[in-house]
Nanobody, 128 residues
Framework: QVQLVDSGGGLVQAGGSLRLSCVAS????????MGWFRQAPGKEREFVAA????????RLGNPVKGRFTISRGNAKATVYLQMNSLKPDDTAVYYC?????????????????????WGRGTQVTVSS
């Protein structure tokens, strides 16, 4: 059974940084495209970032472009989300997501329904 364990959230002041991690187990990580989504209270789940299974392609949501970076370490079956210049609007629960056997090794989908597995989420709170 595939499991994703996301971590690294916390409380940070505006302008600060956090790095989220997501460790995958139970499957061949090389065959997973990975993504990060977030959900704030009263709002729909929002795409944040995605990285292809081969690591060559990344995609960022418009609100985080220029501030966030997604990367992966296949040897450790881990995907990272480096978040810099954090803003209060970034406050949300962040979820790691895995898409098993994507159509191509370059896929970076941004629809939640395209992902098969989800972490439990990690809270990020940015104070002003």
């Amino acid at each position: 059974q595939v499991q994703l364990v996301d971590s690294g959230g916390g409380l940070v002041q505006a302008g600060g940084s956090l790095r989220l991690s997501c460790v995958a187990s139970g499957g061949s990580f090389d065959n997973f495209a990975m993504g990060w989504f977030r959900q704030a209270p009263g709002k729909e789940r929002e795409f944040v970032a995605a990285i292809s299974s081969n690591g060559d392609n990344t995609r960022l949501g418009n609100p985080v472009k220029g501030r966030f970076t997604i990367s992966r370490g296949n040897a450790k079956a881990t995907v990272y989300l480096q978040m810099n210049s954090l803003k209060p609007d970034d406050t949300a629960v962040y979820y790691c997501a895995g898409q098993q056997n994507p159509r191509t090794p370059f896929n970076t989908d941004y629809y939640p329904d395209e992902y098969h597995y989800w972490g439990r989420g990690t809270q990020v709170t940015v104070s002003s």
